[in-house]
């Protein structure tokens, strides 16, 4: 088992946009990620009472991160696929508290 210094992040994009938002985290120092598809169940008053257009197929991007780059990857992904944005995506990250499986790239070991 690992210690607590690591974050899960979700995030949650319009179908077909998983793998930009993949190729954003990676630019912070993410490694890789677990994509699911899902469906959206927001009401359409609702999604026009906040102005936006809501697409009912999405994908669920989870990535398992060092705490120390979080609040990188969690600001790349509202900057270039939030809601303002085509992917309309949200992001979160949730602590873990206990991970088995993790392991250190060689370049991480030398340090």
Known sequence: MTTNNHEV??????????????????????????????????RENEAAFFGITIHSEKEILMMVVEKEIRDNVLNALYKQMGMDKKAQGIAFSLPVSDAAGLVKLPEETEK
């Open 9 to 42: 992040i979700f995030a949650i994009v319009n179908a077909g946009f998983a793998e930009d938002a993949m190729a954003v985290a990676r630019e912070q120092g993410a490694r890789g990620g677990t994509i699911l598809i899902g469906r959206g169940v927001a």
